[in-house]
């Protein structure tokens, strides 16, 4: 072989892209066609409120960012996950789901459903060791949450932030207007 076949390989050289770079943007509700409150909770949980993993050797709280962080790494092309709401009294968390595709409203069920059963339960149910505080028969079905959503939408968008720039989604809340969730199961 000649020795000078690759001498002007440096033209061809393209740096890989750091996966833990992509997706780190700040979270723009306007970049995002529809928007869901989803409700977790543990299939056939050993628990009865979040404070008791600690038997199990879970940090609730860490496991939920920590899955959430990668998610939206991995997948922020499609899709931007946010905890709501988590009380360490309750048995449940909340999140906000963007898609940034709409979801025709016959679908909705199957895309949170492909997105929770597919896409979420494999991080916490192996990565996070939540396999711990699920019975017998949560193992067998290999199922992890039960979940329930609701369609957000603002009422009236007139009252949103003139700027338009939003830290997080309960910023999406007018104040002196009233939110309509449509539920569609």
Known sequence: MNENFFADYKKFIVTPVDEKLIGKESFDPKNYASHYIMTLS?????LTTW??????????????KTVLKEFNI???ERYHLQL???????????LALSS??????KEENDHISFIVDRMLTNPFYVGQGWFNIIGEKGRIARKLFCYSFMKYEIEN????????????????????DEIKLVKNL
């Open 74 to 76: 991995k997948h922020h």
């Open 51 to 64: 404070k008791d993993a600690v038997k199990y050797d879970i940090d609730v709280d860490k496991s939920i």
């Open 42 to 46: 543990i299939f056939n949980s050993r």
């Open 100 to 105: 940034k595709t709409k979801f025709e409203t």
């Open 157 to 176: 968008k007139d009252q949103m932030k003139i700027d338009k720039k939003f830290e997080n989604i309960s910023e999406f809340i007018p104040k002196n």
């Open 84 to 94: 709501l709401e988590l009380d360490r009294f309750k048995n449940y968390f909340v």
